[in-house]
């Protein structure tokens, strides 16, 4: 018995050496053989067993994994396959846009930014990286509401795809005290600093079990910026929306770059100026109908009355030739 619980007590520790190596390893820490056996009170051939055990399990993983000795730190280190790396430029292009989109408080972009450089990236190209932001996060300014949404934004989602009704207090901007409203939301989506949530809106004399085909002209959602949510509510109700009337988060964001409800309508204008990609990089729908020495006639569909100010601030680089009833101006 007591021979049974000594090796019993054995194999535990030996786990736990295993465990331990494991956990450093995989925290792109190195390994050597004379300090984990001095730390632990074994040999350095009991060290060496347990590696050659963790190599031959990381060989059988999917990706394999190969456990090498790293003649230039004394010690062993394991190798990740490479493909399960974000590259060096992709890493940076990332941070980038996130630093750009100014988007978070500054607490949680920074912590964002290391998070995905210490644990998208190989170690040899962190400090690197790590340079290149530097002084952009320095300088990086939140946006004017500095409120931490990132939780709301997460509720959101999971009451999107479990269609769950949700109540909001939402302070409007030409509003002193902020209004409560019931929807039903349908979509979250990213523009111009801010996050922005797709609802329709229930009505108290509203079944909430009826559909509602989003993506008629009859029925687009309403936006609602989420920093502007002051007290959100995911309750237990649920709505339905049919398969076949779904809304379509990628196809209504391609029509809705101003972030304005309204109707869907189509718009048709002469592009007088010498960069036609700004248009069509702006206006995912455009179609070009025809160019000739007087400019490109564009056409384009879009929700809401947000396309007449872009149009305004082109000045003369565009005129509008139909509105939305494809009435000539």
């Not at 790396?85 to 500054?106: G, H, M, N, Q, Y």
């Not at 170690?123 to 990086?140: G, T």
Request: glycine share 4%.
């Amino acid at each position: 018995m007591k021979q049974d619980k000594e090796m019993l007590a054995e194999n535990e520790i030996k786990s736990y050496r295993l465990l331990t190596i494991h956990s450093r390893l995989m925290h792109d820490g190195i390994i050597r053989k004379k300090d984990i056996a001095q730390e632990f009170g074994v040999s350095e051939r009991s060290i060496q067993r347990d590696l050659e055990v963790l190599r031959s399990y990381y060989a059988e993983q999917l990706p394999p994994q190969e456990l090498l000795y790293d003649s230039k730190k004394r010690g062993f280190r394991l190798i990740k396959n490479e493909q399960e790396f974000l590259t060096d430029s992709e890493v940076l292009a990332v941070c980038k846009i996130l630093l750009e989109s100014r988007s978070l408080p500054r607490d949680d972009m920074h912590r964002i930014l290391e998070k995905l450089v210490d644990h998208a990236v190989l170690e040899e190209s962190k400090p690197v990286i790590k340079d290149l932001l530097a002084n952009e996060k320095f300088h990086y300014i939140p946006p004017h509401h500095n409120k931490h949404i990132l939780p709301d934004i997460w509720a959101l989602g999971q009451a999107v795809r479990q269609q769950r009704i949700i109540e909001v207090l939402y302070k409007k901007p030409t509003k002193e005290q902020p209004v409560a409203r019931k929807l039903k939301p349908v979509g979250l989506m990213f523009s111009g600093f801010y996050f922005y949530l797709t609802a329709f809106q229930i009505r108290e004399d509203e079944e909430t079990q009826e559909s509602c085909p989003a993506n008629t002209d009859t029925c687009s959602p309403i936006i609602y910026r989420v920093d502007r949510i002051e007290k959100l509510t995911v309750t237990d109700e649920h709505f339905r929306i049919p398969y076949k009337d779904r809304f379509e988060e990628g196809q209504f964001r391609k029509r809705v770059q101003f972030m304005q409800g309204g109707k869907l309508q189509k718009v048709k204008f002469r592009f007088k100026g010498p960069a036609i990609d700004t248009v069509l990089d702006r206006l995912p729908t455009a179609q070009i109908l025809s160019h000739d020495e007087n400019g490109y006639i564009i056409s384009a569909e879009v929700f809401g009355r947000g396309i007449d100010i872009w149009l305004r601030g082109r000045g003369d680089e565009v005129e509008l030739l139909e509105d939305e009833c494809n009435r000539p101006r």
